[in-house]
């Protein structure tokens, strides 16, 4: 049972964090078994679950690389931990090279099937990416023929959990953490009824930098 009551934190903070809190760690614990000093890239940087994933792998000791479309975004990434950003125009996994020869030891998923294939171009013999979310709304791999779609040495997971995947000590220890200004949630914006269209207009023109949350007033 989490203790943060609204006069800590507002109810927008923490009707955004539950469910992005969970996949984002479900993700990189079972997905991914992430471990401190490991590099790790995030397909799809901008995207709450993608925020919010690169807070808890940096609060973990990990190097998080980090991908955007829009290069007005790149601060925005910076500003919650990220260690290196790229701008993802679908083929990323040379420029990760670039920083990390030999490939990161793991990589996350979010943007879907079409960028699948060069996120695990970037991954190192013997490491794992995870394939979690579906930005695209691509969710299938046409024609799959492992042998030739999957980079020798490299493992390939999924994530799709529930909320009770993710211990109440680690939602009450990152609400203790934002509430002292030691961790982000990263909200986007905020809507009441009345702006839901608007709110779909932005989702779906790939504006949004974190989470949107609905508000009733």
Same mark, same amino acid.
């Given at each position: 049972?989490?203790?943060?009551? /609204?006069?800590?934190?507002?109810?927008?903070?923490? @009707?955004?964090?539950?469910?992005?809190?969970?996949?984002? #760690? %479900?993700?990189?614990?079972?997905?991914?078994?992430?471990?401190? %000093?490991?590099?790790?890239? $995030?397909?799809?940087?901008?995207?709450?679950?993608?925020?919010?994933?690169? $807070?808890?792998?940096?609060?973990?000791?990990?190097?998080?690389?980090?991908?955007?479309?829009?290069?007005?975004?790149?601060?925005?990434?910076?500003?919650? @931990?990220?260690?290196?950003?790229?701008?993802?125009?679908?083929?990323?996994?040379?420029?990760?090279?670039?920083?990390?020869?030999?490939?990161?030891?793991?990589?996350?998923?979010?943007?879907?099937?079409?960028?699948?294939? *060069?996120?695990?171009?970037?991954?190192?013999?013997?490491?794992?990416?995870?394939?979690?979310?579906?930005?695209?709304?691509?969710?299938?791999?046409?024609?799959? #023929?492992?042998?030739?779609?999957?980079?020798? %040495?490299?493992?390939?997971?999924? #994530?799709?959990?529930?909320?009770?995947?993710?211990?109440?000590?680690?939602?009450?220890?990152?609400?203790? *953490?934002?509430?002292?200004?030691?961790?982000?949630? /990263?909200?986007?914006?905020? #809507?009441?009824?009345? @702006?839901?269209?608007?709110?779909?207009?932005?989702?779906?023109?790939?504006?949004?930098?974190?989470?949107?949350? @609905?508000?009733?007033?």
């Amino acid at each position: 049972m989490t203790s943060i009551h /609204p006069e800590r934190l507002n109810w927008a903070t923490l @009707g955004a964090v539950p469910e992005m809190l969970q996949t984002a #760690y %479900g993700s990189l614990t079972v997905g991914l078994d992430m471990q401190p %000093g490991q590099w790790i890239l $995030i397909r799809g940087g901008t995207s709450s679950v993608g925020m919010a994933a690169s $807070i808890l792998a940096k609060r973990h000791g990990l190097t998080v690389v980090s991908t955007t479309r829009n290069p007005a975004e790149a601060d925005a990434l910076r500003d919650i @931990g990220v260690d290196f950003v790229i701008e993802d125009d679908a083929e990323v996994a040379p420029r990760v090279r670039e920083h990390f020869p030999s490939g990161v030891d793991c990589a996350l998923e979010l943007a879907g099937t079409p960028t699948l294939q *060069d996120t695990l171009k970037s991954v190192r013999v013997h490491g794992v990416a995870c394939f979690t979310g579906m930005l695209s709304n691509e969710w299938t791999v046409k024609d799959f #023929y492992p042998i030739d779609y999957l980079p020798r %040495g490299v493992r390939l997971t999924a #994530y799709s959990g529930e909320a009770s995947d993710l211990p109440a000590d680690v939602l009450q220890g990152f609400l203790d *953490d934002v509430a002292a200004g030691k961790a982000q949630v /990263p909200v986007d914006s905020v #809507y009441d009824f009345a @702006g839901i269209q608007e709110a779909h207009r932005r989702m779906e023109g790939g504006l949004a930098r974190g989470k949107m949350v @609905g508000q009733p007033r």
